[in-house]
């Protein structure tokens, strides 16, 4: 698929640079041109995402065959020739899909799309609030479609920046030390994923295919295979030092972006400063990229260690799920409980993933997409409520179902997806992600179960406080959700109710991928 | 079942039309009755663990949104969450019995897994997870059917409108678990159906001595349904299949019935206090009832043809299945020496019979209470009194079996056999056969003491509350903590809430605070000590604060350690006593500098000592110049004199 010459991944990876840099040439005063022109660059991205997903060939595999790879455009981009010490640098600008990364470039489209809507009412600064959204979509986008890790890691890095400064100067009263927190904390990640990729880098050749000399390269899928690994490099070899090192740097580096307890501390304070549509761009998409990471490049790159370290991954899945249920349960804010929601949400992910098998890898991949839509919703329904309050503590409200009947009716669905309810998307991919781990885990997952129990407390519980009881006379006057609100609501709530009834449509989508991930990694040596 | 299931509901909905007239949100309530239908449907057509598991928790949801109708009330949502959190924790068991039985046979339907079981396949090859797997899919049962120890939210659900009371909590929701058990019981090993059968034996008992001591009728009626799933699941757990289901039909038609009653005469309490002004009189307790038989003819008759069914009198289908049921419990205890079994079950048969009467006597026989309150009393509508009417016929043996004394020549018999067992022959429980010859044999007996139990404590009602020879009152007042006990259902509620739900709490804020002290503590700490080394710790030393002690603690810790691996790193093995001296100074030197390097930080320490050297270099050189230029005196005397001693060091240094 080609569009002016230019393969489709390009189009909507940059589709949303081209609507920021209109919006940049827009008077200030038309602010409603503004807010139109990143509608119509985020749409047609979501077209575009739309025509993928009918396009997309659900037999082929992906993960680390270029073959298998669908929609590649592959270019030479950096090309340095005669550099002291290793002779050339050589980087590819490299996009493809596979079925681990077709549902992830939905999911980016479809939040994209709706957090513009739902930033419709942004006080101040709009221009520079747009411009910022639609960098930030760029970077996201650009992380789920390239193939070439030092691509991957430049659009890693252009998510942070416009991610500073949408918590930083759009957030509420404590935004600046969010901000800082979420950027360091984040960049100490990125230095880790950076040193790992130099590693790799120094590791890894591959014929020229001019010349025949072999170069190093940053091609991902050159590095998912052992044979390219040049002998008595620093990561040559199975189970070394240095493998060890590399393979915890990376986790480390991805597990602050899942957040994986212990580096999770800084989620609950971004979401909480953050303005609403950040907030859902923040759990919706920014988060499943920690573990897109792991699927992506930890696992296949590392299959021994992917084996070796599973039990361990296992066991800080449960801490997430349990933990941060627990967590959730003594919130008084309500953003703050959802944040926390979330990361025990990305545990049932991480336990999915740790099982290494096909029902657990296809329940995390489809519990990312879930968990984003869901937790969008979530988000999008605490700021429907603190747009009118202004405020978010639980027991502030009470009685919403009488006077806030619509608002009320779509937050039920929100939360009983969010509780795994059958009939909603939620469940399937807890299902599957328990199934799955169950076969490798049983003891982990029998304690993981908890968490579906504390998740149906807290969420009830919350559901009971502010939208049960009497009505509280200081919110009477409420008006319900109107229709704009509504339109950032509805669609999510069709895909979370169409997947809970018909997985098939996303799961066919990512089979042959996942499957043949599960291939690689099991055939991984083991040690 | 699935007749059951189709009977209930339309007679539900036929009743709530009547019932819920006039309600603010009319049209929800139909719709999540129709929700709750398809639902239970669901569990009952559904072939395999996983469908069956879905339905299961959409009849959950059902239910929470149907007790929740009136959520206004805060006792109304607080029974919706309870009923909805108490059924997930049996869930769970559930489902982790399902992830056992899918691991190994990596199918979710009944038959392929029933099969390859036969076949010798059993959970990770051990008879012990076979038994887990039975016990923890019987969790979910636990949880539906409200037993022991999960059977709190019952009761609470009360708060639901009346005929969600008929239809989810006597005849359909709670039946499904019954129908579980049933449906997986071929998996049950001996131990499993020995738990399945002391878990229903606790229930029924638990529920019958609480059902006593209540005043509010559909409190009583709800206590009276626990103990009725008791005594269904005990049927079930001692091998007694058919006849546990066939209890299942037969209760659920009679209880549907005794509900809708229950809500027959609600309403007319309600009318009629509505009327009278009175907003004070509960129109649920059965102590402001009475006499109601003269004012609500088919209300009273329908209901008394129900209690004598519950009650096991014979002619009525209750009787037929109660009797198997206690038959079956003796032949259990004939099989493996478990009296206590049947023992429970008769005491609790007595029971059943004293409390139902006490309810008929106390709302319809005897005098009324309030003549203004007692004129404005009428008979239900049609809507409402024909359902009762088509429960009440239904509650005939003739239904059922055509001889009433003995069910097992009617059609639920040879509709329903026992299943085979799968289960391997070493854990398995008694056989059909052998079972079916000692119920024949323990037949008559158990119809005997069944008749007699029964007979007693219908005496015992009338002898108390129609004849007033015992007063209830001074009972209940001699056996004060006793009835106190059982009036506030055995303190299970406060058992839960003081520990499992305060615990859970309590856990939570303590993940809180750890969450934000610790965990979070640890990332701010970071972040200040690192701010610290720029900027030094003397800030922070003049506030006489806790964390001013912290600091001056971990930064002299830590200086004395760097000081320690330097000064001891360095010192070779075997040194002078100087050279010891020496490198311990050395290391009070690099102690003493590391504090100082955090004390001032390392802005300061660039501030003062690095730039403080520059400036150092500076002055001396500046001062170098002041006192040079006192030199240049412009005298040639002096500029010759200098020259002199010049030559004279040269010549000095060279000689």
Redesign the interface.
Same mark, same amino acid.
């Not at chain 1, 939208?467 to 009505?471: M, N």
């Given at each position: 698929m080609e569009f002016l010459g230019i393969g489709v991944l390009s189009w909507i990876t940059f589709l949303p640079i081209i609507g920021m840099v209109l919006i940049l040439f827009i008077p200030k005063e038309k602010q409603n041109v503004m807010k139109w022109t990143a509608a119509a660059a985020t749409f047609l991205q979501l077209v575009l995402a739309v025509m993928i997903f009918f396009h997309f060939n659900k037999g082929s595999l992906g993960i680390n065959t270029q073959e298998g790879m669908q929609l590649v455009e592959k270019a030479s981009w950096i090309d340095i020739r005669g550099v002291p010490w290793f002779g050339r640098i050589h980087v590819d600008y490299f996009l493809g899909i596979d079925g681990l990364s077709v549902p992830m470039v939905i999911l980016t489209a479809l939040i994209s799309f709706i957090a513009v809507f739902a930033s419709w009412n942004i006080p101040k600064a709009l221009k520079g609030y747009m411009a910022m959204l639609l960098l930030l979509d760029t970077g996201m986008m650009g992380v789920f479609v390239s193939l070439d890790f030092f691509l991957f890691y430049v659009f890693w890095e252009v998510m942070l920046l416009p991610m500073y400064f949408l918590i930083g100067i759009w957030g509420g009263p404590r935004r600046e030390y969010a901000a800082i927190?979420f950027f360091?904390?984040t960049l100490l990640g990125s230095v880790l994923i950076l040193l790992a990729m130099i590693a790799l880098y120094f590791s890894v050749t591959v014929p020229d295919g001019a010349t025949g000399e072999r170069m190093y390269t940053f091609n991902m899928l050159a590095m998912m295979n052992p044979a390219n690994f040049q002998p008595g490099t620093l990561l040559a070899g199975v189970g070394t030092y240095w493998r060890h090192l590399a393979y915890i740097a990376l986790f480390i580096g991805f597990a602050i972006k899942v957040p994986i307890?212990?580096f999770?501390?800084?989620l609950p304070d971004a979401h909480v400063e953050a303005p609403t549509a950040i907030s859902v761009i923040l759990a919706g998409v920014l988060l499943k990229m920690g573990t897109y990471g792991l699927l992506r490049i930890s696992y296949p790159m590392f299959p021994e260690l992917a084996n070796y370290y599973s039990w361990a991954l296992a066991l800080v899945a449960v801490i997430n799920i349990i933990?941060g249920a !627990?967590?959730a349960? %003594?919130?008084q804010d309500f953003k703050k409980l959802i944040a926390y929601s979330s990361i025990s949400h990305m545990g049932i992910v991480l336990l999915g993933m740790a099982a290494l098998n096909t029902q657990g890898m296809m329940g995390a991949v489809l519990q990312m997409f879930n968990h984003g839509t869901i937790t969008a919703m979530l988000f999008l329904i605490v700021g429907v409520i603190y747009d009118r309050a202004h405020t978010r503590d639980l027991d502030a409200f009470g *009685?919403l %179902?009488?006077t806030m009947p619509k608002y009320t009716g779509i937050m039920t669905v929100a939360f009983?997806a969010a509780l795994g309810?059958? *009939?909603l998307s939620g469940?399937i991919s807890e299902?599957f992600s328990?199934?799955g781990a169950?076969?490798t885990f049983r003891v982990l997952?029998?304690v993981a179960?908890?968490g579906?129990?504390?998740t %149906? %407390?807290?969420m !009830?519980?919350t559901?009971?406080r502010v939208?049960? *009881?009497?009505?509280n006379e200081k919110w009477a006057s409420l008006p319900d959700i109107n229709g704009r609100e509504l339109f950032t609501l509805v669609p999510l709530a069709v895909v979370v109710l169409a997947l809970g009834i018909y997985p098939s449509l996303l799961l066919d989508l990512m089979t042959s991928s996942l499957n043949h991930l599960v291939e690689v990694v099991r055939s991984g040596a083991v040690l | 079942m699935m007749l059951v299931v189709y009977i209930v509901s339309a007679f539900v909905h036929l009743f709530s039309i009547g019932y819920m007239h006039g309600d603010v949100r009319y049209g929800r309530y139909f719709a999540f009755l129709g929700v709750f239908t398809f639902s239970m449907l669901g569990i009952v057509v559904t072939n395999n663990f996983?469908m069956m598991?879905?339905?299961w928790? /959409?009849v959950g /949801?059902s239910s929470?949104l149907l007790i929740?109708h009136w959520?206004?009330?805060?006792s109304a949502?607080?029974a919706a969450?309870k009923a909805? $959190?108490v059924n997930?924790?049996g &869930?769970?068991g559930m489902? $982790?019995g399902i /992830?056992?039985l899918?691991?190994t046979f990596h199918t979710f339907t009944f038959e392929t897994i029933f099969e390859s079981m036969k076949a010798g396949v059993i959970p990770f090859g051990s008879e012990a997870w076979l038994t887990a797997a039975g016990i923890l899919v019987f969790c979910g049962a636990i949880g539906k059917s409200a037993q022991f120890p999960l059977h709190v939210w019952l009761p609470d659900a009360m708060e639901g409108p009346t005929p969600v009371s008929a239809l989810i909590h006597a005849a359909t929701m709670v039946a499904a678990g019954v129908y579980l058990i049933a449906r997986t019981f071929p998996m049950m090993t001996a131990d499993a159906l020995m738990v399945i059968a002391i878990i229903g034996a606790i229930t029924a008992f638990i529920a019958a001595t609480i059902a006593i001591a209540q005043n509010d009728i559909k409190k009583v009626l709800a206590y009276s349904t626990i103990s009725q799933l008791g005594y269904m699941v005990m049927g079930l757990g001692v091998g007694a299949f058919t006849a546990g289901f066939f209890h299942l039909t037969t209760h659920a038609m009679f209880k549907a019935g005794l509900f809708l009653g229950s809500g027959s005469v609600i309403h007319a309490m309600h009318h009629a206090l509505h009327h009278s002004g009175d907003r004070k009189t509960d129109a649920q307790d059965i102590r402001n009832m009475g006499g109601l038989k003269s004012k609500m003819p088919l209300t009273f008759w329908t209901f008394v043809m129900f209690t004598l069914a519950i009650s096991g009198v014979p002619f009525t289908s209750g009787f037929l299945s109660k009797d198997e049921i206690l038959a079956g419990t003796l032949a259990y205890a004939n099989l493996t020496g478990r009296w206590y079994i049947p023992v429970i079950g008769f005491f609790v048969a007595g029971l059943t019979a004293f409390y139902m009467f006490r309810v008929v006597i106390l709302t319809f026989l005897g005098d009324h209470k309030d003549n203004h309150r007692y004129d404005a009393i009428h008979e239900s509508p049609k809507t409402m009194t024909i359902p009762l009417i088509v429960f009440a016929i239904l509650s005939f043996f003739a239904f059922f079996s055509l001889n009433p004394f003995s069910a097992t020549s009617g059609w639920v018999y040879s509709a329903l056999p026992r299943p085979e067992s799968v289960v391997p022959a070493s854990v398995a429980a008694a056989g059909i056969e052998e079972f079916e010859t000692s119920v024949h044999h323990s037949h008559l007996l158990a119809m005997v003491l069944s008749l007699s139990v029964a007979g007693i404590g219908i005496l015992m009602a009338f002898v108390t509350y129609y004849w007033k020879k015992i007063d209830a009152d001074v009972v209940a007042a001699k056996t004060g903590p006793l009835y106190r006990f059982l009036l506030n259902k055995w303190k299970f509620d406060e058992l839960y809430g003081a520990t499992v739900v305060a615990g859970?709490?309590g $856990?939570?804020?303590l993940?809180?605070w750890f &969450?934000n002290r610790i =965990?979070?503590g $640890? =990332?701010n700490g970071v972040?200040s000590w690192t701010k610290g080394l720029t900027l030094g710790t003397k800030r922070n030393w003049v506030e006489n604060s806790i964390s001013a002690i912290f600091y001056m603690i971990v930064t002299a810790g830590i200086s004395l350690y760097v000081g320690w691996v330097v000064g001891f790193g360095l010192l070779p093995a075997e040194a002078s006593l100087g050279a010891i001296v020496g490198y311990v100074i050395l290391g009070i030197a690099v102690s003493g500098f590391t504090f100082f390097l955090f004390y001032v930080g390392v802005g300061g320490f660039d501030n003062s000592i690095v730039d403080g050297l520059v400036n150092a270099t500076a002055y001396f050189a500046g001062f170098l110049g002041l006192l040079t230029r006192r030199l240049q005196t412009g005298k040639v005397q002096t500029y010759l004199a200098f020259a002199i001693l010049g030559v004279m060091i040269l010549f000095l240094w060279f000689r």
């Open positions: 927190k360091l904390y307890f212990p999770h501390t800084w933990y !627990l967590c349960m %003594a919130q *009685g %179902a009488i009983f309810l059958p *009939g469940f299902a328990f199934l169950f076969q997952t029998i179960t908890l579906i129990v504390l %149906a %407390a807290y !009830l519980w559901l009971q939208f049960l *009881g009497q009505p | 996983f598991y879905v339905a928790e /959409l /949801l929470y929740g959520f206004e009330r805060q949502s607080d969450k909805f $959190i997930r924790i &869930d769970v489902f $982790i /992830l056992i899918y691991t859970t709490v $856990i939570a804020k993940a809180r &969450d =965990v979070d $640890i =990332v972040g």
